[in-house]
Structures are given as structure tokens and as C-alpha cells.
């Protein structure tokens, strides 16, 4: 047994720098007060370092070759084109290069190929698909929810198609920031505006803590306070590779990050949720859309002003009939108001009863029952109408004397009579009470009730008494508006038509009345004319394109538990400094702001407390991008250069404090960050920088003279060789086998099939064909589950979609292994290889030597070739192929 | 197993070839494996700086391996194994918890005494209810703790809670930090595996047992024995019919070749080294696996411990008693394979997800109907489990943990289920290192609070008790990601001494 334990206490120091350690730890011990700014090496200046004076192929080289001098060591020497034609082609675009543009670049004399290479890959499309996923693992984009019931999220791929296209278009980064956090605000009008926001969006969500528990209670809270907590960190680890969420329950223990910086952030995203939101992606549409709206709007208020004089004319009588209609109409429409609800029993033959007070003693001509509609346990009409029960008149509040039965269906068990009303003649009596008495409840979920939607009698003259009547029963669940006992006698019950219901169709008849009689001749022209307005443009509206639907983080407007913050016109939630980061323990309210170490910028946001939220994400978007900030510019180049390395300047992505690492090149880094912030901003650029290196350019060859100074290659004196990441390997054994569909953008390709999709999805990747053409697309395409991650491409280190991932593990183990040999994609991949291969002249030499050329991009060996071939003769070529697919060199890249 | 086999359940496809034939003659002649401990090992693979100091276990362990029993939906404490005189006397009285009581369906009826009859059990005598009578055979080798409370009353969160140690999603499962911590005890089998309930996934699916930051190979493996592929992707399915067991021998020699050919070039890169010890390591899994899995050599009176079935008859759609028996016996039976075959961690689930009609412990319409055949499958299951690793010497040194999402509430919910109770709830102990027949840590006489509220245990106190008996500190174990230094525990948890075992 190998055993590996790791001890990680935090008094050993993980680089140099203990005497920060140390200070760290002092200043911002648990509740320490006003931690002072420290020295931490990210948050100084950017200052463009000179660029020492070595002979170099670029600035990037100089700084290298200067370490490596100082370290005693020799760079390796350039890599030949077969290799650097491989290495270029995964790392920009993410395939592997096909024989022809290999042998090309091989031959082609031009000095200046290579950068024409690297120029043709920047500008294809495949650039964007590539780089945009290295950017989806840091912000942990997924399609579904997370947590339990794992709902998807069918909208939210638009945000990966605003990534690939913002790396196609080279978008500026301050730019790339802005949209991702403010769009709407900063570009309003424009596609790319409200698509970025998927950013804020893109980590996972709880459905049920937000959906089936509100605000109001203390697990809503904690399920809102954690959905903040991901956005907040989520957008100060992407954008400034700190931990803020460290300062959650008290000052960072490590960092100059406060308490009060982290609920500071949190309330720049109080008044937001992850919603869906409807937007024109054409910005000509959206223009045109809203003017459409404006014109609307103005013909609205004119129509009001009109309305205001009639209505000041009709004076209180026209407010009498409003009143009573809009009651009638609510109770009339919501239908929220099912009706009486006796308490649950055990057993059904409980004894309960419900009876109703007609105030004086009545003659009446009939009664009668209305059952109730509701879905639940899908029982839905006749809900717990009761299967035997009796209708008693009394002009006794307690039955006791003088009672009449005038119903008796308490022998025998009553089939459930759906939604048909039950009318019972009056038989001639007079009384004050009418009482419904079950014997036997109607059965729910292996429980009993009585429910009645509805109880009327009729007089002599035809008329509802019992409309409004006191309604008193052996006890009730009283759960407003759905079940109350006056909505036994509230006018409403299912399948009763608006215009019925408590006389609403008299009251309009009364209203319209009141309001011809009120209305000036020119006001009645005037208000048609606007009418005639309103009519067009809502024609014109609907002949605009259908608007698309995102997933975003925005202000949400919903119903039920979760009712996000529209319903008060977006108005932030309050923010307090959480003791101990526990909801229950608010202390001081606070604003919107964020790191008051990044000392050179106000990080309290003075906002007007009537701002709308949009201002406070438009300033925290503004402090991000800001040329002052140093973290941003330093945490953008770094990720960069790890993505072409293998490893960053940085070895912690995410995390430029001092539990992170230091840089290995801080010049370097510096230089970097300052010529990106100052050159445009452009990744374009950025890339051509590194890749025209020597340092990038070096083969991957060990040397064990170098190797005895720096095993570990620090200092660059050789290229790392890169294992290739899960869709990299996905994407290669697609296009090798050439079904690799192209096709970009749009919703992504689902390789699952969901079972019981209607409560909580199950994600059955081993249903999946994995010949469905529809399914041979670019990873970045893949619908991304949170509960269930595919296993093909989680066993190859996939992102988790759950955390941020700044940089991938990479792992190897029998059960990646396994994987690759017998995942039915690739079974499926390689037979496809091997048809494609049998057109190949030159017999199995041939066919061989091709597949290595398509795989590897080189020729196989001799010897090589003689052990596939004899391979390929005794097992057939999809088994070669599926060989060639397992090899450690379609994996590696050197 | 063959398709006539009792233990081969209908609706499970077989392939027409004896698997372990077809294996042992395809890989049995891999022969020399280079046995790194490649199933556990940090050393080759670059991953996040965390500080990777290979060392020993920080004291005399008493334990090697765990076995994680999780019922899923929440099980309640006060029908199975807290039992409360006082629900007794007020049972259908109007409850009154003497304060205001936040409840996830606001169920909060009259108390509702235990649905089973409680009766005194071993010489300790540990009152437990009937439905988990199969347990009282034991109930001298159990530790309780009455007093857990969890974090929240939310399906996912607290699932996330007791399997992870975090509420939120992106932390690694119980079994992935002892992996990660310990290393593996053999060669042909993962250090964790899961057993999911035959019905599907709890809430949260595999994120329960994921690596999340730490190297993938510390994820849990799911395995369900009786499936042509018990873990995924172990065979070529049928998408891969051209491959037979010559043409597989033949493709492990010659990618071995090719693979040593491509890293002879490439010195000094143990990536490429490992690689290829993977896929050796893959074929003997092969065997391995299957092996482990397969109960049907096991003798009559051990399947009879188990209480499985040995019919080939078709289960009824409605969750019943004897088909629970069955079907969490084999997982107990597979479960002892796997431990002594060297599996470090095997975490068994008992439950579904949250949905209609239950197919979990969330009963919130009707105890009995629910719990009623999901306890008795456990208990059967978890006592004879608990006596067949006695009888072979291996109690000794595996912790057995049942655990459960939260509590219930001593109230009804004004029929004949129970709402969530975060407050307070049950999870017991047994196996290496532990006291049994003991109780630490009472709950109130409702069974709504632990007695003492100001020292309950809390789900990191389990935590830290379970590595403590394997050996580890747990303040100890630790893993850098994103800036901080992760543990199971994350910033809490401390040993429970009552559940140990006096030192010897």
C-alpha cells in the first residue's frame, strides 16, 4: 500500500514569502477591524518594466533568456514544424491538423509561414469555439440547475454563443467585462448585452430553496445569500482571481479582503436572480420594438387623460360600480378561490359538516352543491366531494331542534359527481340554516376530507341567498385565498363563466352605462382615434420577428416563493453584514462597492438610494475594467499564457493572494498585462505574442542536464508537453473519423435521453445512440448537466460546472483507460475511421500509413507500421483504429 | 453469471459470451504489472498546488475501511430508533413545541407516537421499533448518537451536507477525501465505490461522490452488480462487435508496444509511464470487478443471512417489503466482497429521489407505507452485513456509518406522515474502533431538539470520528483549491469520545 497523506497546516509556507504570511495572519485575524492594506504582490501598480537587454527573439524571450541565464541554463532548440504545426492547431482551434495542411506547412519555404499558420487559425472560426470553452470552465457554465431536480435550463446556451463570438470578434477585454457584468446598462440595445449576462447566470441554482421556500423563511434566505455568494464569486475570481468568498463570515484570514467588502459585493447583485429574459437578438428589431412601445405608451396616457376627465365627471357613483365589478371579476377570474377545505383525517368515516346562515329565516325553492377542481395527487374535478353525506335546514344554529332532511345519501356510497352540480329541492320548508353533513370523506392522498366549492339556495323568487352568507363548519383549513370557509359562498366555483359570477355582467352593463352618459362628444372621437392607434401598432408588433429568450442573471418577476424582486420595480434587496456569514444574524446595512485594497480605486459605489439596481453592476463592471485595477489586467494575461504553457506565470489561476502562488516571471507577467491593457486589449494580439516566441516555439524534449536544475521546467527552458482535454480528445476522434459536424451556435446537441423529465430529470447518457448524427458537433455544444456529468468526458477531466475550474486536473486512471476503449462513442468512431480508410489506396500499408498521417500527423515507422499491419490483418481495421484512438500520442501533445 | 442464473434478474441484457472467460483469457496474460498504487497516487499528476507532502497516518488506525449506509429522502429517528415515550402519551394531542417552529410544509399537526411498536434489544437494551427488529440481533455492536442536528431542512443541500460536508455543490464526497488521504489497499479495484439504489439516483445524483477539485481518480465508482456492465464502460457494448477476446489480448500487447516505443522517446515524463500501467491496471479491473461482484458462488446460508431472493420472480410496481429485503441484501453482500477484496470506501443508498409515488424515506403522507418496507430492507441488510463481517474477523477494522439527510418531526402533518426535522436526527455507528451498545447524545423528549442544545453533533463530528478511526487527523487532510485549503470538515468538527472504543 502507497500511502499519501497531506498535511496542510497553514504554518508552512507554500511559497517564499512567509514573512506575508505572518503579517497576513495578524492583520486579518477573525474580526479583526480595519485591516490596513499589505503587501500583496498583485495588488501593486502595473508599471511597464523594462525589457532587459538580451538577445532575444521578441520582449517575451528577452525576460525568459534573462532567467534562464541567471539559472544556469540553456534553452531547448525550436521544435520542427510537424510538431509545432500539431501543437499550434490544438491549441488555437482545438482539432488536430488534417495530412494536407500538415505536409503544406512542412514544405512551405516561406520564412514568414509559421505566423501565416498562427494568422490563418486566429482568424477561423474554430478559434472561438475552442477558446470560448477554456472560458466557460472558469465562469462554471452548465444547462441544468443543479442540485436536486435537476431542472435544464433549455436557454441559457446563448451565453456560450455570446463567448464564442466575443473571442471571434476579438472584443476588447474592457469591454468583455462590461457586457459580461452590465450590458444591459452599458449597451443597451445591443444583442451582446443582454446574451453576456448569462455570466452572472451561469453557475448553478437551487431550485427548490428558491421555488418551493420564500424569502420569508430562514432556508429561503440561506438558499438566496448562497446564490449571491456564487455570483459574487464567481465574478471577483474570474475577473480578479480573488477569493472574496473567503470574507464571508469574517475578514479574510489571509488576504486584505473585509467582511464588509464581501456583503458590499453582495449588494451589487441584491436585486438580481438567474432568470429567463425576452430580448430582440437583432438590434434593428429591438429599435424598432420600441418605438413601437413608446408610440403605445403615448397612446395609453392620452387615452387616460381622456378617461380621467370622464371618470372626474362620473364622480363617485361610476367608483361604486368599479369597485364592485373589479371584486366580482377577481373572484370571478382567479378562480384562486376554491372553497371550503375541512381538516385532513385519517379515516374516512370522520363525521364532519359545514353549514351556512341566511341571516333570517327563508322559504326556499332548492339548494345547491358545487364540488371543487383541484389537481392535487391529480385527483382535479370533484375533489373532495364526500361519497356520502345528508343537506339538513334547521332554524337551529345547532341542529339540534327542529331539523328538516331534505337530502339523504348517507346509505350508500355517491358516485363522485366531477363538476356537475348537485341541486336538491327545498321541498317546501323555510329556515335560517343550511347544513351539509358528510358520513363518509372523500379520500385524498391515504387521507379524508370534505371540500365544497360552492353552496347556494335559491328563494322562491329565484334569487342566490345564500351569496355572501356566514359560513361556520366543524372545523376548517383555513389556507387563503385557495381554501377559507366564506368561499363556500363567494359566487365563484369551477365552470362558472366570469360574465355569471356575482352579476358582473350587470355591473358592466351598469358601468358603460354610467360612462356613455358621461363622456363629451370630442372625447368619445378622440379616445377612438387612440383606440384605432393602439390596434395598429399592436399589429405592427406582432408582425416583428418573435423575441428570443436567455438565461441571464436580471431582475426577476415571478409568482409563489419565488418572487424575485420585480414586483417592486427591481428594487435591491437589503444587504446586511451577516454575522458569522448566518442569515439570522444581520448586523449593519451596506451599500454597493467592492475591494477597498485595490487601493486606487473608490471601492464604496456612490450611488443615490434611487438608483436603479443596473447602476451598481455598471460600476462594480466599470471597477473591474478600469486600467487601475491591477488584478484584472495581470489575472487576464495570466490565464492566457497558461492555456499555451500548461501552466500560468501564476500557478493559481484563481487566486492571486497569498495562499495562491507567486509569479515565476513577475516582469514578464507585468510586461504582459501592461502591453495587453495599453495595445488594444485585443486576445488576438496577445496570442501572436506568444506563439511567435522562441520560448513557446521550443520543443518538448526533455534534457537531463536542464533537467537537474529545473525538472519541474519553471523557467521555460523547454515547451510542456500537454495532455489533451476532454473535448480536445472528443473533437479529434470526431474529425479523425470524419463525422465531426461543424455546424456553430445554437442550442446544444443533448447525447442523453431524460427519464422522468416531469419531476426530477434523469440523465441516461447510456441511452444515447452514439450514432445520431446530432450528437457529432463540437464539445462546446454539449447540453452541460450539473448532477449527472457525462462520464466519457468527466473521466477525461472534464470541467465540473459546479465549481470554477482555472485550471483543469489532469488525471490518469484504469478507468479513463476504460473509457477510451469501450465508450460506445468511440467503438462507434473507430468503425466509421476504418470505412473511411478502406477507400485509401494501397492496401493495409496504405490505409495504415494515412490513418497515422490523419491521427498523429506523421508517417508511422517502419516497424510501427509492420505491427499494425500484421494487427490489421488478423483483427480488421476498426479495432486498428481503435488502437490508434487509445495511443498515449493521440493524447499527448509535444 | 450466466442468463440462468437465479441471481440474473429479468430485463437485464447478457452478452452471449461468458464475461470472465472471455477476460481471463484476454487479459490474464498481463502478467508483471508495475503495482504503483496508480488507483490512489498524487505523485505523477500535476493538479492545483496543493501541498502534496507525502507522509504516514497521524495515529495507530483501528480501522481500514468504511462502509456509508445513506437513506435517502431523510429517515425518521423517532419511528426506527429514538424512541419517545412522551409521543406515546400525547399521541394526537395538539403539539406544542414551546416555540416558534419553521417547518418545510409548514406540517406541524398533533404528535404522532411511533408508527411501530418499540421493544428492548441486547444486553444493552436499546429500545428500537419493530420495523428495524432484524437490527436488535446487533444492537450490541451499535453506537448511537441522537443528537445530530443538520444545517438545513432542503432535500439537496442536506444530502450535500452529510455526503460532502458542504451544503453546495463542488465538494468531494466522504469517500473521495479517504481515498485521497489513505490510498488505496489493492490494485485491480477503485478505492470508493457506490452502490446506488436500484431505482436511480438520490437527490443530487453522482455529485454526492465526485472528485470535484481533487484528482478525478478519487471519484466514487458506481457499480451495479447484475448488469452486463456493473461499471460504466467496462466491456465494449454492442457498438464494439468486432472486437473479440483474441483481438482484445492482441490490442493490449500492441498498444503496449507502441505506447513504450512513443515514451522511450520521451524520457522523464511519467505521465506517459502511467498511462500506460493504466490501461494494465484497466484489464485486470476487468476481471476484478466482475469477480467482486458476482454473489453467485457465495453459499446458501449466507444468501439466507441477506434474505435474498433466490426466485427469478418479477417484482410488484408498488414498493414492497420483500423486494427492498432483496435488493439491499445484495448490496451488503457486494458490499463485503468489495471491503475484503481492498476497496477502501463503499457507500450504499437506499432511496431515490424526491418524487410521486415515494420512492424514498420522505414521508410526508404516511410513515408506515414508505419506511415500513424501506427499514426492514435495511435492517435485514445492514445486521446481516454487521454479523457476516463479525463472524469473519472483519468488524474489526471496518466502520460501518448510517446516516440519512435530517430528521422528521414528532408532530404529524395532520395525517399520517411527518415533515423534514433539521433540528435533530439519528445516525449510529458500528465496527472498527467503536463502542457498541452505547448511546451518545440524547435528543429532547420530542425527539425536535438534541437535550442539550447548546452540544449537539454535528455532521462534521461524524466526519472527523470516521477519519479519526482510519487514522486521520482531519484538520489535516487538506487539498488547495481556489486560494483555500479544503477539507471534509471544512473549518469545524471535533472526535466524538463517547462512541470509542476504550483503549486497550
Redesign the interface.
Known sequence: ??????????A?P?FSGVWVLVSAGLAFAVGAADPVKIDLWSLTPLVRPAVPAVAARSPIDAFINARLAAEGLRPAPEADRRTLVRRVWFDLVGLPPRPEDVEAFVADKDPRAYERLVERLLESPQYGERWARHWLDVVHFGETH?????QPRPNAWPYRDYVVRAFNQDRPYARFIQEQVAGDVLFAGTRDGIEALGFIAAG?W?L??HAE?PES???GQ??RH?DRDDMVATTL?TFNSL?VQ?AQCHNHK??PITQEDYYSLQAVFAAVDRTDRKYDPDPEVGRRRAVLEDRRRTLDQRRQVITGHIVDRAGTALKDVERDLAAAEKAAKDGEAFGYHS????RADTVKWVQIDLGRPVPLARVVLHPCRDDFNGIGEGFGFPVRYRVEVSDDVGFVSGVGVIADRTEADVPNPRLQAQVIDGAGRTAQFVRVTATRLAPR???HILALAELEVFDTHGTNVARGAAVTALDSTEAPLRWQKRNLTDGWYPGISVGEVGGVAELRRRRDGILTASTLPDEMMARDESDRGVAEVAERLAKLPPQSVAYIGAVHSGSGAFAGTGSRGGRPRTIHILDRGSVQKPGREVGPGSVQSVGILPARFELGSDAPEGERRAALARWLSDADNPLTWRSIVNRVWQYHFG?GLV??P??F?H???RPSHPELLDWLAVEFRDGGQSFKRLHRQILLSAAYRRT???D?AA?RVD?DNRWLWRQN?R?LEAEAVRDAVLCVAGRLDGQMGGPSFRDFVI??PE??P?YEY?LHD?EDPRSHRRSIYRFIV????Q??M??L?CA?P???V??R???????????L????LM??MS?HWAERLESVPGGLDGQIEHAGREALGRSF?G??RA??VD?AR???L??TC??IF????F??V? | MSPMSPFHRPGQASGPVSRREFLWRSGGGLGGIAL???????????????????????FRPKAKRVIQLFMAGAASHLDLFDYKPQLVKRDGQKSDFGEHV?A?QDGLGPWMKPVWEFRPYGNCGKQLGEVVADLGTVADELAFIHNVVGK??????A?YLQATGF????FPGMGCWVG??????NENL?AFVVLPDHR??A?????NW????????H?G?IMYPGRENP??????????D???P??ET??HA??E???R???GT????A??D???R??E??A???LAAPEALDIGHEPGHILDLYGIDRSTRTWPAEINAAEEIDAFGRKCLVARRLIERGVRFVQIWSGN????PRRNWDSH??VR?DHGPLARGFARGASALIRDLRQRGLLDDTVILWTTEFGRMPSSQ???GRDHNPYVFTNWLCGGGIQGGVTCGESDEWGYKPLDRNRPTTVYDIHATVLHLLG?DH??????H????R?LTDVHGSVIPGVLEAIR
Do not use: W
Not at chain 2, 520521451?266 to 515524463?269: I, L, N, P, S, V
Open positions: 500500500m502507497k500511502s499519501l497523506l497531506h498535511i496542510g497546516s497553514r508552512v507554500f443543479g442540485y436536486d431536480k435537476d448553478p437551487d427548490i430553496g421556500v423563511k430562514i432556508d440561506v438558499a448562497l475570481q477569493t473567503c489571509f488576504d381538516l385532513i383525517e385519517a392522498m391515504n387521507d501552466r500557478e493559481t484563481n487566486d493572494g495562499m495562491g502562488g518538448a524534449a526533455g537531463p533537467e525538472a508537453r495532455k427519464d422522468k419531476h426530477s434523469h447510456h452514439p450539473r448532477s449527472q456529468q462520464p466519457f468527466t473521466s477531466d465540473d459546479s465549481m470554477q482555472g485550471r486536473n489532469e488525471s490518469v486512471s484504469p478507468l479513463q483507460a476504460l473509457t476503449l469501450n465508450n460506445a467503438l462507434s468503425r515507422t516497424a510501427e505491427a499494425l494487427y488478423a483483427f480488421g476498426p479495432n481503435r488502437v487509445n495511443l498515449n500520442e493524447t499527448f509535444d | 504503483a498504487g496508480l488507483l490512489g497516487s498524487e505523485g505523477l499528476l500535476g493538479s492545483e498546488p496543493g501541498r502534496l507532502v507525502p507522509g504516514r497516518a497521524h419553521e418545510f438545513t431542512g432542503i432535500h439537496s443541500q444530502t451544503q453546495l455543490p463542488g485521497y488521504g489513505l490510498g488505496s489497499l477503485p436511480g439516483f437527490s443530487n445524483g453522482p455529485k465526485d472528485a470535484a477539485f481533487l484528482p478525478q481518480q471519484a465508482t461499471i460504466t464502460d467496462l466491456f465494449p457494448g454492442r457498438a464494439g468486432y472486437i473479440t483474441s483481438s492482441a490490442t500492441l498498444l508496444r507502441l505506447n516505443d512513443h515514451a520521451r524520457e522523464g515524463d505521465r506517459l502511467a498511462r500506460i493504466s490501461y491496471l484497466a485486470r479491473m476487468q429521489d424526491n418524487g410521486f403522507e404516511d407505507r395532520g395525517g399520517k486521520i484538520e489535516k487532510v487538506t487539498f488547495r481556489n486560494g483555500i485549503d477539507r
